[in-house]
Every structure is written in C-alpha cells, then in structure tokens.
C-alpha cells in the first residue's frame, strides 16, 4: 500500500514549483503562465524514516527499501473546469485516482508573478477549486440517481442507495463538501462513494506557499488560510517552494543545517507525507534481513496476515505465526540475536495487531 498525493490549485501558485522540488525530480516545466502543466506529472518519492538508518547499522544489508509516496502534479484548474473549462474533466479525472488532495494555494505578494484572478485571495481561491469539485460531484451524483431510478422499478432494495444519493446532492449543492456529510459513515454512503470515488470526500490538505518571511511568520493569507482548515478540519502545511527547491541535492545535515538558519523545523515534504499519513491512518512496519531492510505501508489496525499480504498474497493464505520485535528492543538488543536472548521476540498469531515499527519475520506455509 502506497500513499498517493494529487497536488491541485489554480494556475501560478506555485503548484509544479512545488512539485519539482518535494519530487526532487524537475520533470515538471515551472513556468510564469497557465497550463504549463498539461499532463499529470507522476514521481514515486521515497518517504523518510530514520529509523530504517538504524536498523541498517546493525542488520548492515546490500539494500535499504524505504516504503513510497506517489505525488501527482494535476494541471491548473480555473472557473468552470466541471464544464470543461480549461483542461476541464481531464483535471477531474485525473484527482479520482488519489487518496489525498493537497491544494496548494498562493500566500505571497510578488507583482512579477501573475496571478490567474488578478489579486492575492486564498479563500477566494480555494472556494473556486473546491466550487468545481462540488459540481463535479453533482453531475456524478446525477448520473448515478438516474441509473438508480430505473434499479428501483426492478429491486426495491436500492431504494435507500437512491434516498441517500439524492440527500447528499442536495448537500453538496449547498456549496458543501461530501467530506462533512453527516451520514459519511453509513453503508449507503460507502457503496456510493466506492462507485463514484466523490472528489470532496477526499481528505484535505492545504499547503500555503509563502516567502521567506512567511515561513516564520504567518502573514494575513495564511491566517485566514489557517481558520478556514481548522474550521473543516483540515490540515495545513506552510512552505515555500522556493526554499524546498533549494533543498534538492543536500543531505540530510545540509538540509537540518539550512532550515534551522532559516527558523523551520521541518521541511515541505516531511511535513506532507507525516499530515498524509495521519489523515489516511497510516503507518509502517519493517522487515531486516541481510538482502534488504524494507519499510511497509500499512492501514493501523491492521491484523498480522493483512499485513504480510503486503509483501505477498502468499503470505496472508499460508500464514502461520509472526515473530516480532519492537524496533525499540531490535535496537536496543543490537538486532535480532541479541533481542531473542533477551526475550524480547513475541511469537504472534493470526489476531496480533501490527504496531508501528515492529519488526516482523512472517512463517508461512502455501
């Protein structure tokens, strides 16, 4: 399982800037006019986890496998793109396939940079993005009730399917986000948005692109950025595109040395894929022989076969035990060895919930 990220906004607000940079990749052009973006931009990032570092000093193998983040960059959106204004419905399109929206938003004055609307109004911009979104949402909406109208005369049973469909058009065209639906959590609306894939039931994630200044300081656009994300219970990221294009090509201390000049404790990126994996209810678990230390992404909660099935569908069918060990006791007993003389391995069956960080040996039998 991999975390996907699709990175929308308005054109010139700095959205491939941002993606070259968190991306480390400039595959995709940062130019001073619209659309330079036309085709999705996809790069697969690794995420990064110290604690792999660590376990690499003791297992000391030939590879180190850090788990992986998908960023797409979506060309710009404008008024009207539900309609197909723009690059219209191939933007929409595109956004479906992601687990996370990031929506970058212009938080800086600079007269040199045009801005789409003509001035600098965060809340304005993200009313226009999540506008199209709502309307997009609509017209699946209305497509799917039509297809339920005629279900209905032959099976009555999808009638609360199309009551429910109705209800949450109705909603959206409030000018609200499914994301907030009372009703999100019923079985209706989980069939519905398994087949429709609602843009706004998407989580959220606001990156307000600052200056310099910015970055220490929130300045009036991140303020008002900053109340409207608590009040929808949104996460938001401060960054400057500029600063995080710097950061590409240092290492890990130039990087920790560069922000700290600079009065910031995390970066953009470390920032995105910690909030995406919060929002999602993400987490990894290791695996440390001498061929590989691999990290795994996985759902919390997740029982021990589940979570082999990430590395194998074998894995799951044959499951017999889990050894484990926490990357806590892995370390502190010098790695495997040391932590079975101590008593630290837990031999766990098909129940054990996977925790962060454990380091896993599954048994398994096909």
């Not at 110290?50 to 797409?72: C, G, M, T, W, Y």
């Not at 008024?79 to 933007?91: C, D, I, M, T, V």
Request: hydrophobic share 40%; net charge negative; charged share 30%.
């Amino acid at each position: 399982m991999g975390l996907s990220i699709g990175l929308v906004g308005l054109p010139n607000v700095g959205k491939s800037t941002t993606f070259n940079a968190l991306t480390k990749a400039q595959n995709a052009e940062a130019a001073n006019y619209p659309f330079c973006t036309i085709e999705p931009n996809k790069a697969v990032v690794p995420v990064p986890d110290h604690r792999l570092d660590e376990l690499a000093k003791i297992v000391n193998p030939e590879r180190i496998q850090h788990s992986v983040i998908e960023f797409v960059d979506i060309a710009g959106l404008v008024k009207g793109a539900s309609k197909g204004e723009g690059l219209g419905n191939k933007f929409l399109a595109n956004i479906r396939e992601t687990e996370v929206i990031l929506q970058i938003v212009r938080c800086f004055e600079d007269e040199n940079i045009v801005h789409n609307e003509g001035s600098i109004d965060p809340l304005r911009d993200v009313e226009i993005i999540e506008g199209e979104l709502i309307l997009a949402d609509i017209e699946s909406l209305q497509k799917k009730i039509e297809r339920l109208k005629k279900q209905v005369k032959a099976d009555k049973k999808a009638q609360p399917l199309l009551d429910m469909a109705n209800e949450l058009s109705e909603y959206l065209a409030e000018g609200n986000l499914a994301r907030t639906y009372p009703k999100k959590n019923s079985d209706e609306f989980t069939e519905l948005n398994k087949d429709l894939r609602l843009l706004t039931a998407k989580e959220i994630m606001y990156g307000a692109n600052v200056d310099e200044e910015g970055l220490i300081e929130d300045n009036e656009y991140v303020k008002a950025l900053r109340e409207h994300a608590q009040k929808n219970n949104c996460e938001l990221i401060k960054l400057c595109a500029k600063v995080e294009e710097e950061l590409v090509g240092l290492d890990e201390e130039e990087v920790k040395e560069f922000l700290n000049e600079l009065g910031v404790k995390e970066s953009g990126l470390d920032q995105i894929i910690r909030k995406g994996f919060e929002k999602l209810g993400l987490m990894n678990y290791f695996t440390a022989g001498v061929k590989e230390v691999r990290s795994w992404t996985i759902k919390q909660n997740t029982p021990a076969p589940k979570a082999a099935a990430v590395i194998h569908n074998d894995f799951e069918k044959g499951f017999i035990r889990a050894e484990v060990i926490s990357y806590e006791d892995f370390i502190a007993c010098g790695g495997e060895a040391g932590a079975k003389e101590a008593g630290k391995m837990r031999l766990e069956g098909k129940d054990y919930i996977v925790q962060d960080g454990d380091v896993i040996h599954f048994r398994f039998n096909v």
